[in-house]
C-alpha cells in the first residue's frame, strides 16, 4: 500500500511506500478523533480497541472424570479486546493524503466531531471537514498542551530527561515525583508562552515573551538565505558564534574577576559584526543567533521560576522538538543563570502534548485520567536524535512517521507505601543508557536468544499452524527493536535488562503469543508437585536452626537447577543477621514477590510461607498478574495453593482464616518496580473456593513492571514489616539497591557470569541480602 506525499514543486520528493498497519494500525475500530497542527507538523490522535490472544488458566475438577488424565490444569488461548490510544506525527506535506486514507479505510460511522488545536486547525479546517466528513471543534492551545504534560508526566515513567551534550549519556532520564505538580511549562513556539500549572485543572499563563522560535527562524532567514528551520539549525551546529559575538576578554583581555565574569562569557550577541570589515559566515550567524534566542528564553524561564518558587521547568515546542543543539543551548543558559540550581527538562514526546489533550478533551465522557495508561514499545517510535551527524538510521527514516501507542490498565497505579524514599527510588541496577560495554553486551545477549524465543513461541501453540509465520514477523520487529536501541539506547527511556525483557514481551503479544512457556511451566509444575510432601517431611524433621537454613537453600536452589550445595560464605551473606532476627518475634505481615514456576514456587517458596505461618506471621503472595518467561503467574498460584492446600493442613488453616493472601503484582515482566502498585485480591472464602475480592482489567499489551492499587492497600491494612523479594530478575537487575522503609530480604543466584564479575563474584554466586530500615539498625530493637 502507498501513502504519497503530495509536495509542492519547490520541495525534494518525499514519497513514501509502507503498510498501513505500520502508521494508521487498528483503524477499522477507531474513534474521538483528535488533531494538532502546527507550522510544519501534523499530529493524529484517536482511540481504538484492539483485539489480543490471552492464555487462560482453567482447574480441572479433580473428583470428576474431567481429571482423568491427571493433568494440573488446562492452558488455553483465546480473544480479549482493550483500548489503545494512537498518536501519529507527520509533516503537514502529507497531511491531504493520510486524511483521505483515514476516509478509506475508517469504518466506525459513529464519530461526528474532530478535536483540534494548533495554529493550523483554522487553516486546516475547511480541508478536514470535507474528507473526513467530520465537524472540526477547535481547543484552546495552551490547555490542551498542558492536559497532555499532565498526562504524560503520570503515565510515562521515564518521560522527562535532562540533556547533556558532552556526557556518556546524553540523554539521563528522570526519576518522575509522584507528585508531578506544581511545575513552570515553557512552550517555545513562536513566540513563548509561560505558565504555572499547580494542579490537573489549575493552571495560568504568568508570562511570555515575542522572541521565541519564530524569531530564530525569521531572522536566520534574513541572515542566510535559508528558509527551512531544520537546515538552519544544521548551519548553526557547524558554526563558532565567537566569530560573531563580543565575548568579555574581547573587551577586558581576560576574565572579569570582581564581577564574576569568565573571559569567554558572551558579553554582546552580534558585537563584532558592528566593527569588523569582515564577511561573516552563515553558520557562525546562525550560531550567534541561536546563542542569543537561547539565552535570552533561558533568563526569562530561571526569572519566572524563581519568582514563582518553582524547581521543575520543562521545555517544549518546535523550537526544541528533540533537537540537541537547542536542548543543550537551553540547557547551557538555565545552568548559568540559576548556577546549577534548576535544571532544563524536557520529554520525551514533547511533539505530541497537544494531540494528547486534545484528544483528553474529547474523550472526557470516557474519563480517561481513571485510567492508568502505559507506552506499547512495540509500536512506538521512540526518541529518536535528529541531530544531523547522529544515527544514520534515523537520518534515513527523518520526514516520515512517528508513532506513540499507549495501552489502557483498568485502574490508577499508586505508590507503594513500602518505599523508604519514592522519589528516589531507582528499580534498575545497570542503566545501559550510560554504560556502553554493559549495553553492547546485553544487546548481543537478547540477539543471540532469539531463535531460542522463536522455538518455544511456536512450540507454545502447536495446534495453530500459522504459528510459524507470526513467530518470523516477531522476530524481524524485535530485532529491529534491538538493532534501533543499539544506535538510541534513550529511544525508550532509560535502557535497562528489564526494558529490553518488556519489549521483548510487548512484540511476542503483538504477533499473539502471550506466554511461550507455557508448556514447559505446566510440565515443570506437575512434576514439583509430586514431591511436595516428601520436602515438607525431611523439613520438618530437622532441628529449628537446621530447617531454616535448610529452607534459605530450597528458595535459592530452586531459582536455579543447576546450582549445587555451595558453601558459605556467599557473595553477599546477611544470613547470620537474618537467623538472629528469627529468634525475635514473629513479623506481622510478610509480603513476598515469587518468581519462577514449578521447583521453585512449589517447593522452595511454599515451605517458606508454611514457616512464616507456623511463625505466626501473615504472608501475601504477589506473583504476576500475565505470563513472562517460566514466572509463575496469579491464575496459576491460585491452582498450585489449591492442591498444595489439600495436602497441607497449615497452608489450608492459612487460607481458610485468612493469614495467606494472593495478590497480583499488575506486572507482566519478569522484574520489578516498586514504585506504584494494581492488582486482582484474590482471598480463600469460609466455603474453601477462591473468590475476586476487587477485580482488575488486565491488558497483556502493556507489560509495564509496576504494582497496582490494591497491592498497596493491602501492605497498609495488613501492617507489613517483611519483604522478601526472590529471583535475580526482581533482585538483582532490580531492586537490588532499593531501601525500604521495613525489614527486606533479597534472594537470588547470578545466572549470568558477566552480572555476577560486574557484582565481584563468580557464576551461580549467591545473595543473601537482609536489610534493615535505617532507623532499626541495632539488636535491641526486637526485644
Not at 116 to 138: N, P, S, Y
Not at 495 to 501: G, H, I, K, W
Request: hydrophobic letters at 40%; aromatic letters at 10%.
Amino acid at each position: 500500500t502507498q501513502i504519497r506525499g503530495k509536495i509542492d514543486s519547490h520541495t525534494m520528493d518525499k514519497s513514501i511506500t509502507l503498510p498501513p498497519d505500520e502508521i494508521f494500525r487498528n483503524l477499522e475500530n477507531a474513534k474521538r478523533f483528535a488533531i494538532d497542527i502546527g507550522g510544519s507538523l501534523t499530529k493524529l490522535a484517536y482511540y481504538s480497541t484492539v483485539k489480543h490472544k490471552v492464555a487462560k488458566v482453567r482447574s480441572f475438577d479433580h473428583s470428576t472424570k474431567e481429571a482423568a488424565s491427571d493433568k494440573l490444569y488446562e492452558i488455553s488461548v483465546q480473544e480479549e479486546v482493550t483500548a489503545r490510544l494512537h498518536f501519529i506525527k507527520f509533516e503537514n506535506a502529507y497531511i491531504e493524503t493520510c486524511l483521505d486514507f483515514i476516509k478509506d479505510h475508517l469504518v466506525n460511522t459513529e464519530t461526528k466531531v474532530i478535536k483540534a488545536t494548533g495554529g493550523g486547525a483554522h487553516k486546516f479546517k475547511v480541508l478536514i471537514e470535507r474528507k473526513l466528513g467530520l465537524k472540526v471543534d477547535k481547543e484552546d492551545e495552551m490547555s490542551c498542551l498542558i492536559k497532555g504534560c499532565n498526562f504524560v508526566l503520570k503515565n510515562i515513567p521515564h518521560e522527562a530527561f535532562v540533556y547533556a551534550k558532552h556526557a556518556d549519556s546524553e540523554f539521563r532520564f528522570q526519576t518522575t515525583d509522584p507528585d508531578i505538580f506544581p511545575y513552570l511549562l515553557v512552550n517555545i513556539g513562536s513566540g513563548v508562552s509561560i505558565a504555572k500549572v499547580e494542579s490537573e485543572d489549575k493552571f495560568e499563563r504568568i508570562g511570555g515573551s515575542s522572541i521565541g522560535g519564530g524569531t530564530f527562524w525569521g531572522l536566520g532567514a534574513l541572515l542566510t538565505k535559508t528558509k527551512r528551520f531544520d537546515e538552519l539549525l544544521q548551519l548553526a551546529s557547524k558554526g563558532q558564534h565567537s566569530s560573531v559575538d563580543m565575548l568579555v576578554k574581547d573587551i577586558y583581555g581576560g576574565s572579569y574577576g570582581y564581577l564574576g565574569l569568565t573571559g569567554d562569557l558572551i558579553a554582546s550577541s552580534f558585537g563584532k559584526s558592528a566593527t569588523a570589515d569582515k564577511e561573516f559566515s552563515k553558520e557562525d550567524m546562525a550560531k550567534s543567533l541561536l546563542h542569543m534566542i537561547s539565552n535570552d528564553i533561558g533568563q526569562l524561564a530561571c526569572l519566572y521560576a524563581r519568582l514563582h518558587n518553582l524547581s521543575r521547568v520543562y521545555f517544549g515546542g518546535f523550537f526544541i522538538r528533540g533537537h540537541p543543539l537547542t536542548m543543550h543551548t537551553i540547557t547551557y543558559s538555565i545552568n548559568f543563570f540559576t548556577k546549577g540550581e534548576v535544571q532544563a527538562l524536557f520529554l520525551r514526546h514533547e511533539g505530541y502534548l497537544g494531540a494528547i489533550g486534545a484528544f483528553l478533551k474529547g474523550a472526557e465522557e470516557d474519563n480517561p485520567n481513571q485510567y492508568s495508561w502505559g507506552e506499547n514499545y512495540a509500536g512506538s517510535s521512540g526518541l529518536m536524535s535528529v541531530s544531523p551527524d547522529m544515527y544514520p538510521m534515523q537520518r534515513a527514516r527523518s520526514g516520515t512517521f512517528d508513532m506513540l501507542e499507549m495501552d489502557r490498565l483498568d485502574r490508577q497505579l499508586v505508590n507503594l507505601p513500602l518505599l523508604q524514599e519514592p522519589s528516589s527510588y531507582i528499580p534498575d541496577t545497570v542503566d545501559l543508557t550510560e554504560d556502553a560495554p554493559a549495553r553492547e553486551y546485553w544487546l548481543f545477549c537478547f540477539e543471540d536468544a532469539l531463535d531460542g524465543v522463536v522455538k518455544r513461541a511456536v512450540a507454545s501453540q502447536p495446534d495453530m499452524p500459522e504459528a510459524a509465520v507470526r513467530a518470523e514477523k516477531f522476530r524481524q520487529k524485535y530485532r529491529h527493536k534491538l538493532q534501533t536501541l543499539r544506535y538510541q539506547p534513550f529511544a525508550y527511556g532509560s535502557l535497562t535488562v528489564r526494558s529490553l525483557l518488556d519489549t521483548r514481551e510487548h512484540c511476542l503479544n503483538e504477533f499473539n503469543f502471550p506466554d511461550p512457556y507455557s508448556k514447559i511451566k505446566e510440565r515443570e509444575n506437575d512434576v514439583a508437585l509430586k514431591y511436595y510432601q516428601k520436602v515438607v517431611k525431611s523439613l520438618e524433621e530437622l532441628s529449628w536452626e537446621d530447617r531454616q537454613f535448610a529452607l534459605v537453600r530450597g528458595v535459592l536452589a530452586g531459582n536455579v537447577f543447576d546450582w549445587g550445595a555451595k558453601a558459605r560464605p556467599w557473595l553477599v551473606d546477611s544470613y547470620d543477621q537474618w537467623l538472629e532476627r528469627l529468634k525475635g518475634p514473629p513479623h506481622k505481615c510478610a509480603l513476598l514477590f515469587v518468581d519462577n514456576s514449578g521447583v521453585d514456587i512449589i517447593l522452595g517458596v511454599m515451605p517458606l510461607v508454611r514457616e512464616l505461618l507456623s511463625r505466626g506471621t501473615e504472608v501475601v503472595l504477589a506473583s504476576n498478574s500475565g505470563p513472562a518467561l517460566n514466572d509463575v503467574t496469579n491464575g496459576e498460584l491460585q491452582i498450585l495453593t489449591e492442591r498444595i492446600a489439600a495436602m497441607d493442613p497449615v497452608i489450608q488453616s492459612g487460607l481458610r482464616d485468612d493469614r495467606l493472601t494472593l495478590v497480583q503484582n499488575g506486572s507482566s515482566s519478569p522484574c520489578l518496580d516498586l514504585r506504584l502498585a494494581a492488582s486482582r485480591l484474590w482471598l480463600w472464602s469460609e466455603t474453601n473456593t477462591l473468590v475476586v475480592v476487587s477485580k482488575v482489567f488486565y491488558s497483556p499489551l502493556w507489560f509495564s513492571s509496576r504494582l497496582d492499587k490494591a497491592l498497596a492497600m493491602v501492605v497498609r491494612e495488613r501492617k507489613t514489616d517483611l519483604v522478601i523479594i526472590e529471583g535475580m530478575g526482581r533482585a538483582i537487575h532490580t531492586n537490588y539497591f532499593a531501601t525500604l522503609s521495613c525489614e527486606s530480604l533479597k534472594l537470588a543466584v547470578i545466572k549470568n557470569s558477566w552480572l555476577a564479575d560486574r557484582l565481584g563474584g563468580k557464576l551461580f554466586s549467591v545473595v543473601f541480602k537482609y536489610e534493615v530500615p535505617r532507623t532499626r539498625r541495632c539488636s535491641s530493637d526486637w526485644i
